[in-house]
């Protein structure tokens, strides 16, 4: 039954609507494949075997008495573990929360449980979300399934590996500053960010109350889209969200790019790129030219000082999050995050200087979607590097890995705009190659037809790592 999970989410619903799989079969499945290769990825923290099985059970019994919840209906998934669980832990990747077992679900979990999806477990990520490597210090590193010496990009790693590897039809991570994105980028799969307060955020473990933002990873850009239907809307429990209709993000989906004004962005967006990333991402806007797009090259002004400076609002609360523990337990942290946690902080005008600066990264995309329907980049600077690598070379200059990673992704975070990576190339030694996709707030839409527009012209999105049978 190993061909089972090697479906889509798409593919998967219809086959269990059409009774061709049942969601218990397609369940045993997955467990199996988990138990065989999770020792290997490291993608699971925790594994829900016998509550997957009881759900899908019950997903079986309410499909054959004609009750239909929808697309998602039967399909296997896992969740980040910052999403609340109740009555399963929830450790956010750490040690300080490592036997919280929440009393209530996170807003997503119960949405994703209405629409009769089967918890499979939670899954790894960096230490409460702050890093791009998922080179967790309490539960050990998720490897990349292309190769796994490298990193599978974070901090949703677990999520992106997940996918990349079969161990799960659909997952659900967060992004701060990339952290959908990058392990989709390097795992070879589909990552949106939704606009923020698009998907309620109620019962996360926070990392930037401003910045954060909930969103699926998944092997197909109509899977995307199936998941973002089922968790986007106005959530009272949540101040961000935002009491916008919320569309049927499949109706659409197949109307192409015709017509479609296509920024290439350029300037900060195109420097210190890795040349087969580079040239990746210039087929890839050669191929939406090629299907109809208007695509234009364009330097929206895009600076590393505006947006570090902005970025300081997410230092600041991230300390305020943890203010409690690191003044008890502050040698329960992994090292990374106790530098983190102890760095300076800007005084109040430096703050008064961040919150403007996220203002002028607003401003910046704002005019710039006064012409442009769409803006594109490639998704990371390099490829997968090395797990317990902290440095890359690009084009003689040396780089953090989280630069390297997180540069070209934060900017649609401090923006709030949503934006998809999905793959477009593989470097040479057969790692995944990304773009991004990115829209005006609220129009996912445009973003996800885009998205699949390249996506059924191309290729990239149907190879698969070969891992031990």
């Not at 918890?119 to 790894?124: D, I, P, T």
């Not at 998907?199 to 933002?213: I, L, N």
Request: hydrophobic content about 40%; aromatic content about 6%.
């Amino acid at each position: 039954m190993a061909e089972l999970t090697d479906m889509a989410i798409g593919e998967a619903g219809a086959r269990i609507h059409a009774r061709e799989v049942s969601p218990l079969e397609l369940t045993e499945a997955y467990l199996r494949r988990i138990e065989r290769l999770n020792p290997l990825i490291n993608a699971y923290i925790t594994i829900t075997g016998k509550r997957a099985l009881d759900e899908a059970r019950r997903a079986t019994d309410e499909l054959v008495a004609g009750r239909d919840r929808g697309p998602l209906h039967g399909i296997p998934i896992g969740l980040k573990d910052l999403y609340q669980t109740k009555g399963v832990r929830t450790t956010a990747g750490s040690k300080i929360l490592a036997d919280w077992v929440p009393d209530a679900d996170s807003t997503v979990t119960r949405k994703l449980t209405e629409a009769g999806c089967v918890l499979l477990g939670k899954l790894n990520t960096h230490e409460f979300a702050w890093g791009v490597t998922t080179d967790n210090p309490h539960y050990g590193p998720t490897r990349n399934p292309w190769n796994t010496k490298r990193i599978p990009g974070g901090s949703s790693g677990g999520s992106g590996a997940a996918i990349a590897a079969s161990l799960a039809c659909g997952t659900m991570g967060t992004d701060t500053g990339g952290s959908i994105r990058i392990p989709a980028a390097l795992c070879g799969c589909v990552g949106l960010k939704p606009t923020f307060g698009r998907v309620s955020k109620a019962g996360v473990v926070p990392m930037s109350w401003q910045f954060d933002h909930a969103g699926p990873i998944t092997r197909t850009v109509r899977d995307a889209a199936i998941m973002l239907g089922a968790v986007a809307g106005y959530d009272p429990a949540d101040f961000a969200t935002v009491p916008v209709p919320v569309p049927d993000y499949t109706a659409g989906l197949e109307a192409g790019v015709k017509g479609l004004r296509v920024g290439v962005l350029r300037g900060y967006f195109s420097q210190l790129v890795d040349a087969e990333v580079a040239a990746s991402f210039e087929t890839a806007a050669g191929v939406l030219r090629s299907l109809g797009a208007d695509v234009r090259d364009l330097d929206i002004g895009m600076s590393l000082e505006v947006m570090m400076e902005a970025w300081g609002l997410v230092n600041a609360e991230t300390q305020a999050y943890h203010a409690g523990s690191i003044g008890t337990r502050l040698q329960d942290f992994g090292q990374d995050l106790q530098a983190i946690l102890t760095a300076p902080l800007p005084d109040a005008l430096g703050l008064a200087r961040a919150y403007r600066a996220s203002y002028d990264v607003k401003e910046l995309f704002r005019r710039t979607f006064e012409e442009h329907d769409l803006l594109i980049a490639p998704g990371t600077r390099v490829t997968a590097t090395e797990i317990g690598q902290q440095t890359v070379t690009i084009q003689g200059a040396e780089l953090p890995v989280s630069m390297a990673m997180a540069g070209l992704t934060m900017p649609f975070n401090i923006a709030g705009l949503p934006a998809l990576s999905l793959p477009c190339g593989f470097s040479g030694t057969g790692m995944p190659i990304a773009m991004q996709i990115a829209g005006r707030p609220f129009d996912e839409a445009t973003v996800l037809r885009a998205g699949r527009a390249y996506e059924q012209a191309t290729e990239w999105h149907l190879k698969r790592p070969e891992l031990p049978a």
